[in-house]
């Protein structure tokens, strides 16, 4: 047995151990920085950045200084930062693979600070989806009838050319047609028949006797060519109806193009009817877009990518090789746990204090949703602030998450409520109550945000439009001293919607309504005299057209009255009337 | 690297028992099959420091099996989870997985169980196996490498010269 075992390498592994031990312990604070940092970039999609870590053995405490959380959209800006953040590890549950923190507290939370550099983002945030253009365009003026025209294709001229050829062809064929009814020399060899027939009626019974089969055949003749005569007149006359009517929907064509036009470039009345909606759509919509961005963001924090296999689960670790495989366990623990997180944030408002309960990506294993719940304290610029609100994911299938926000006699300063270039509107100063509701599902978005502002004083400032429009909107906003804003939130997580509904409404539609009219009544009148000037040559030519085939109408006429006359004068011929001809 | 490729030498074609070299490289693959940091892993070293046997076969051993255990992580992974997921044996893993001893071991792990399963199934057989093919290359091999016109002019090299330097210790094993 002595000759396997050898002593001296108890004294071997004792100095491994220890110089392992002291090397992990001299570089921890950094590997805990280190690691801070890379999790905490890849999770914020951009840089963060940690002053220092310290760990403490005695207790495993954990103290982290200066978190900077750089906003992806802005890397020169901070989203978040926080002086400092301390809790303390559960050391047993920590051997057994569980990251459990009863208390954390996380002090002076600041949010929109500056950095000392802009920071990295690894990863640029997606371009926000194309804006639905709102139906109520504030540009400094209607646009010029002529610049439409430079981008625009007109229906009317091509139709209209469609149009001059078709009734070009009509006439050709009808000139063609006119050839073959009796003319000139037809009429003189009937008159002639005629004659004869005169002449052998003076030579007596006999004589007349003779030419009573000539009459009846110069009357069959004349019969037959007066009714090839009416049937291409009825079909005449029912090309000269459609052309007719082609003529007149050519010569209106031009005026749906410009009512086209103006539909499309001027002001609709349905944009008057919701004029918030133009003017606070975006910046609601922007705040909505930024929530469920932050909110995406932090899903791995409260969801976990827990696959269940028959009894057990298999949970994919965030790092290292192979899976780690569930059991039931006596007492059930999620792999990681904040029970309490206690948090001080300084706003422009003042103080928000408040605690977030049970962070945990797996809700299912410790059977509590993660709630939060802030209030407002020594607030400066408000009486009340509340924020509550749950993320409930213990049964994933029908996770809920519900957030409220309600804040009271809030003194506002410079508040941007519409970015809009055209027309950018702030509340220079005012008194404002809100209450915000949102609720998401898997398959729903719902929200009512309601905003009342007293004490108001609305300024649209000085941006691209400077027309009769927005000063129409500057000036009545100018004496809004008091409104109320709702805003709807619905639809699925990727495809929602925002209904904006305001008294201001009301007003802006009273005030703006007139110059809108005008505006759009002068772009009309614009619009008709730029494309008539385009299209009344061609219309001209369609009327000279039509008008050459409504002169063959005369011909047929004359035809028509040549052939009755012979008829008539063959049957007086007859003598006497004795033979009945038909007419 | 020279030094420690001139040991191996030195051990192999020492007197130190092909069993001790046999068992180092069985214990090597132990290690090498298990993640570098698994708590196994330091109870493995203390084995090996505690045993006589090779050092230098372990250390160079469970590089190559560190490497070799890379490339068979997907089976690992595979023989770890149907053994983690069998039912006979649920009742065992439960009571271990509420064991903070048993846990602190990462045996819920995939690549971990299938590693270690797969070194305890060929521990003995590759005990066996090196100490076999050790006696073989002493027997046959040695002799005719040594007369090779290649072996002739190492021999004559710098790094034989390190080699024969090393041929002066003790050589890790007793």
Not at chain 1, 278 to 299: C, E, K, M, P
Not at chain 1, 526 to 549: I, M, P, R, S
Not at chain 1, 559 to 581: D, F
Request: charged share 25%; proline share 4%.
């Amino acid at each position: 047995m002595k000759k396997w075992i050898r002593w001296q390498g108890l004294i071997a592994f004792v100095m491994v151990v220890c110089s392992v031990v002291v090397l992990w312990l001299f570089f921890l604070d950094g590997l805990v920085k280190r690691m801070v940092e890379q999790v905490g970039t890849s999770l914020a999609g951009a840089e963060v950045d940690l002053a220092a870590a310290d760990v403490k053995l005695f207790l495993l405490g954990i103290t982290l200084n200066g978190l900077q959380v750089t906003n992806p959209e802005e890397p020169a800006l901070n989203s978040l930062e926080c002086a400092r953040i301390a809790f303390s590890l559960d050391s047993l549950n920590l051997l057994r693979g569980k990251v459990i923190v009863n208390e954390m507290a996380a002090e002076g939370m600041r949010f929109g600070t500056k950095r000392a550099r802009p920071g990295r983002v690894p990863k640029p945030p997606e371009k926000k989806p194309e804006e639905k253009s709102s139906s109520l365009s504030l540009s400094s003026s209607m646009p010029d009838a002529k610049k439409i025209l430079e981008t625009e294709q007109l229906d009317s001229p091509k139709l209209i050319e469609a149009a001059g050829a078709d009734l070009a062809k009509g006439q050709d064929q009808w000139q063609e047609r006119m050839n073959e009814l009796p003319d000139r020399a037809a009429i003189d060899a009937y008159q002639a028949r005629i004659q004869k027939i005169k002449q052998a009626k003076k030579s007596g019974i006999a004589g007349l006797a003779g030419e009573l089969g000539e009459v009846r055949a110069l009357t069959r003749d004349l019969e037959q060519d007066l009714d090839r005569l009416k049937k291409s007149r009825a079909a005449f006359s029912a090309d000269l109806s459609s052309a007719g009517k082609l003529l007149a929907d050519m010569q209106e064509a031009p005026m749906k193009d410009v009512r086209r036009l103006r539909d499309k470039y001027g002001i609709s009345s349905s944009g008057l009817q919701n004029m918030s909606q133009t003017l606070f759509g975006d910046s609601i919509g922007s705040w909505v877009r930024t929530s469920l961005l932050w909110y995406n963001r932090l899903q791995p924090i409260f969801r976990s990518a827990a696959a269940p296999k028959g009894d057990k689960q298999v949970v994919k670790p965030l790092r290292g090789s192979g899976v780690n495989v569930r059991f039931k366990e006596s007492r059930p623990l999620p792999d990681f746990l904040i029970s309490r997180t206690a948090v001080s944030a300084e706003l422009e408002a003042g103080m928000l204090v408040g605690t977030i309960r049970d962070i945990t990506p797996e809700q299912q294993v410790l059977g509590s949703p993660l709630t939060f719940s802030f209030s407002g304290e020594k607030l400066k610029a408000a009486q009340a602030m509340e924020i509550s609100g749950a993320l409930n994911h213990v049964r994933p299938s029908k996770a809920v998450d519900t957030a409220q926000y309600a804040l009271r006699g809030y003194r506002v300063k410079d508040l941007s409520l519409s970015g809009s270039k055209d027309l950018p509107i702030s509340l220079q100063e005012g008194k404002l109550d809100l209450n915000l509701l949102a609720r998401k599902t898997e398959q729903a978005l719902t929200g009512k945000l309601v905003v009342k502002v007293m004490d108001a004083r609305l300024s649209a400032g000085s941006g691209n439009a400077s027309g009769p429009l927005a000063s129409a909107i500057k000036t009545s906003l100018s004496k809004v001293s008091q409104f109320t804003l709702t805003a709807d939130l619905s639809g699925t997580p990727e495809n929602y919607e925002v209904k904006i509904s305001s008294d201001l409404d009301r007003v802006l539609k009273d005030s703006v309504g007139r110059v809108v009219q005008e505006q759009g009544d002068r772009l009309e009148k614009e619009l008709k005299a730029a494309v008539l000037a385009k299209t009344d040559k061609q219309l001209a030519g369609l009327q000279k057209n039509y008008n050459g085939l409504l002169s063959m109408n005369g011909r047929f006429d004359d035809v028509q009255n040549q052939l009755n006359g012979l008829i008539k004068e063959a049957t007086a011929s007859s003598g006497a009337g004795k033979l009945k001809l038909r007419r | 690297m020279l030094t420690t490729l001139a040991k191996l030498l030195k051990v192999l074609n020492s007197e130190t028992d092909p069993a001790q070299i046999g068992l180092a490289f069985s214990f090597a693959m132990l290690s090498g099959f298990l993640p570098f940091f698994s708590p196994v892993n330091l109870i493995v070293l203390l084995l090996v420091l505690l045993i006589r046997m090779n050092l230098s076969a372990y250390l160079l051993g469970m590089g190559f099996f560190a490497g070799l255990a890379y490339l068979l992580e997907p089976l690992f992974s595979r023989i770890g989870l149907a053994l983690l997921t069998a039912t006979p044996l649920e009742g065992l893993w439960t009571a271990m997985y509420n064991s903070t001893i048993w846990r602190i071991q990462q045996f819920n792990n995939t690549a971990v169980m299938g590693g270690f399963a797969f070194a305890i199934l060929f521990f003995v057989p590759l005990f066996l196996l090196s100490n076999a093919l050790i006696r073989q290359y002493r027997e046959h091999v040695l002799r005719w490498v040594r007369k090779t016109r290649l072996m002739q002019m190492i021999m004559a090299s710098k790094f034989y010269g390190i080699y024969e330097k090393v041929s002066g210790w003790s050589g890790g094993a007793a």
